[in-house]
């Protein structure tokens, strides 16, 4: 059989000399090096040294030395923190000329931009209209308005990078683009915060000042706080327009709300009753569903509450025993949680086919506490098979007890009042006493009567007020109610019809169930700060004492007196007026963030424009509270939609996939994550919280495991890339700071690869039209392929709101396509004299489409390198990437080669395979030769337009092609690339085999150690036996190939005699 000429195979495939084919590769820099500092070498050398070692190690599946475990905490080397120190007014725009740091650094990067953008006006819808790419859409959308009192968390910052990576797409697409920012005054936070702000600083009370003065007080607090929000906002690059921003409390909003609430009023959906609701003691306030925390107990629990000196228990069933009247031995023993409320039991109930009390049917009962008879009555809904099968009813405390009260026709006695103390219908042992402090006075009474049967522990669910900690009362309240039947029968069928489409689409499902049982909606707030109920007491109609209040509702008093003046046949002049002191829930002024907030109830420019809006995207956890109140609302008032598409994302969670809570201490800042921050900071902040000592100590501890060394700066462009990377449309966000930190290092990258590709172009390069490039090597085709693909892959994605599916698309073209393969491939190109001219325009293209693909989602560090590239000649550039047009489908098809990208997948197969060849036999140094053969005619010519790069990628020397049926030289190492295709490697006098064969040996024996182990492991799991399968299967192919390499060094030790023997 013949053997291969490899005489004739050149050094390097493209002609090269030796010396040009063994040259270094250049330096990512912008300066040239015209010679290399001993110190710089010898650092280069133990970096490549480090990486060698690395790939060693990852090749032999072991762990390199002295890297730390996956999940273990790893101290953060902190980077040169590089400042943009050039001299700036605010609005100015950034001085762009100077040379590029040498590595990424946020600060730098971030600086600047920003007031720029603001001053310019880019994020103003008629800005946008200017645009040469403009469409003619528009696309508008609202910020959910947070809340005035604190600062954002992660979860907002989800949110905005959510919805400022859509916006900003739009407006690059060329849509006349309006994303509205806007704060809530949060009623019930905010007076508190204020409430606790005087005491703190004056010893005073809310109630020791005027209404007219604690409000000064609270206008005066948000004047000095309230702009924290915004700070963040613009911090997280959010592309508002500013001028059109919104507070819920401002004089425009609140027209809207006085003309909401008469509208309703007036179409019968709003009235006053009295009925049960929310209360919390503490906060001496109604409050609504959402505010309410159901917590579970599994039993006997002690919990520390707000006004109580001592813990109070909870998850304990008390048994008490009702004596039926006439029979001395005859009693019915029923439990409860609430002992505190007996005194407000007016019935006992039992289920009509429970025999053991069919005899008891229509008899009466002894009150354990007073001795008053109580009617025991019979009723379906109560469950015969919990407990004894008895119930005590208390239609005043209880949603459940009200509604089977009302059935019987039972009149409900309050017995705890508005301050959680008793009121005096319990008599005077216990009025005025703490209701828990008369919940163990109770239970000693029924000791003392012989009338209590036991406790037990009892799983119960608690309802904590969110705000306070106290435990929510029940109690019957004369309060403002809004009917949502019919308007909820409307939000159901729009979106059962089509109309309003919600997504991920699963939270359907939740939306029709809670529509479908949706009750009453208490509107009704005892509170100074918020909006003031448009509704008045007639006092003379009052003063008649025939139980019916006279309210009427105006827009003004003067609108009122005139409406009460027709009712009661009474003159203007001799009527009194009482303002309701109530405010409404906040959540009824959010619910009109849509229109509002564009200037309804007037018929403003801005609401005929963009209302509808086009989409409202927010966190699902507020899906029925406020986009479900914001359907109802925006319906009735504006006869449409508010909105018709729903865009809903997960609960943001940590690392660790538990609950940001500040008592865990997981709760971040996201000026944290981008600025960073040291631990002491951390810790100084919980102190400033408002923990007890006990949670205190618990989320400092949790601080301390979680973030040992502090947070690193990771950036703005970072964090908004590892927040969008993530699917929030369906399972929870679990985010770590290191998927962060892996973010800056991609942002890293790209800073290098833009400073390599600056140099590359060098100076007076001339940019071609795009639509002219026309590669000159199959491998510029390639990566304007991959190129082009990529913005189809981010216009697709970004179409399906796919945010995941873009950063992964943009990940891959940047780190796998650019960086690793294309830049790697073209250094030796460009170190040709003079420079080809090919390669520079792809590179250039390459940097434009990428950073434009890029903005949206990394807005700070696409504008500062892309305002450093040279303008295409005779072109109208746009002056800031954020209004530059995005790459599109069509304006790249023309660059799109699937069939060559196939091609190509298989040399990039081929590097893989030569990669682990140079790994095996350890060639750190040494470009050996390499051979590709085929057993299939021509499969072969695939790999010609590719040898050059085939080289330079799998760091070879020269690349061949053996012809089928030629045998391969002897002595070179084999591995097969496909079943067809075998790779030859020379090794002979590149490598000592008896050196190599004992380093082999040694591998092989701590796989095979290895792999015994885990031959004698019996997993417990199913997915512990996958893993261990996969991990079987991975070590058994190493060991195979440890034993062919080591079959192919014993040829050469035959073959020839070692280097040291020479």
Known sequence: MPRSPLASLPSRCWGLGPSQALRRPHPLSTQSEPCRSSLSRRNHEAKQKRQREKQMALEAGITPKGKAPAGSSKAWTPKEVVLYEVPTEPGEKKDVYRLLPPAYSPRYVEAAWYSWWVREGFFKPEYQTRLPQATGETFSMCIPPPNVTGSLHIGHALTVAIQDALVRWHRMRGDQVLWIPGSDHAGIATQAVVEKQLWKERGMRRHELSREKFLREVWKWKDEKGGEISEQLQALGASLDWDRECFTMDAGFSVAVTEAFVRLYEAGLLYRSQQLVNWSCTLRSAISDIEVESRPLPGHTELQLPGCPTPVSFGLLVSVAFPVDGEPDAEVVVGTTRPETLPGDVAVAVHPDDSRYTHLHGRQLRHPLTGQLLPLITDSTVQPHVGTGAVKVTPAHSPADAELGARHGLSPLSVIAEDGTMTSLCGDWLQGLHRFVAREKIISALRERGLFRGLQNHPMVLPICSRSGDVIEYL??????????????????????????????????????????IGDWCVSRQLWWGHRIPAYLVVEEHMKGDGEDC????????????????????????????????????????ALFPFAALGWPQETPDLARFYPLSLLETGSDLLLFWVGRMVMLGTQLTGQLPFTKVLLHSMVRDGQGRKMSKSLGNVLDPRDIISGVELQVLQEKLKDGNLDSTELAIAA????????????????????????????????????????????????????????????????????????????????????????????????????????????????????????V????????LSHSPHPQGPPQVLFSCADVGLRLLAPLMPFLAEELWQRLPPRPGSNSAPSISVAPYPTTHSLEHWRQPALEQHFSQVQEAVQVLRALRATYQLTKARPRVLLQSSEPGELSLFKPFLEPLATLGHCGAVGLLPPGVAAPSGWAQAPLSDTI????????????????????????????????????????????????????????????LDKAASHLRQLTDACPSPKEL
Request: proline share 4%; net charge negative.
């Open 476 to 517: 019957l309240k004369s309060q403002w109610f809004v009917r949502c039947r019919e308007m909820g029968d409307r939000a159901a069928q729009a979106v059962e019809s089509g109309a309003l489409e919600l997504s991920p689409s699963f939270h359907q499902k939740n939306w029709q169930h809670w529509f479908s049982h």
């Open 551 to 590: 309210w009427v509702v105006g827009r003004t008093e003067t609108e009122a007196r005139k409406i009460a003046a027709e009712l009661t046949g009474r003159s203007e002049a001799e009527l009194t007026l009482q303002r309701d002191p109530d405010v409404l829930d906040t959540w009824f002024s959010s």
């Open 701 to 820: 501890a949790a601080q301390r495991k979680d973030f040992p060394h502090g947070i690193p700066e990771c950036g703005t462009d970072a964090l908004r890339f590892a927040l969008c990377s993530h699917r929030a449309l369906g399972g929870d966000v679990h985010l770590s700071v290191s998927e962060v930190l892996s973010s800056r290092h991609f942002c890293n990258k790209i800073w290098n690869a833009l400073r390599f590709i600056l140099n590359a172009l060098g100076e007076g390069f001339v940019p071609q039209p795009a639509e002219e490039l026309s590669p000159s090597s199959p491998t510029d085709a390639w990566i304007l392929s991959r190129l082009a693909h990529t913005a189809q892959e981010c216009e697709r994605a970004f179409l399906a709101r796919e945010l995941p599916l873009i950063t992964h698309a943009l990940h891959h073209f940047w780190l796998h396509s650019l960086c690793d």
């Open 822 to 829: 294309y830049l790697e491939a073209v250094k030796p190109v």
């Open 982 to 1041: 075998q790779v030859y490697m020379e090794l002979q006098g590149l490598v000592d085999p008896q050196a190599h064969l004992a380093l082999l040996a040694a591998r092989r024996r701590k796989l095979q150690k290895q792999l015994d182990g885990l031959m004698a492991w019996t997993p417990s799991g199913g997915e512990e036996e996958t893993k261990r399968q996969q991990r079987l299967s991975s070590l058994q192919l190493e060991l195979s190939k």
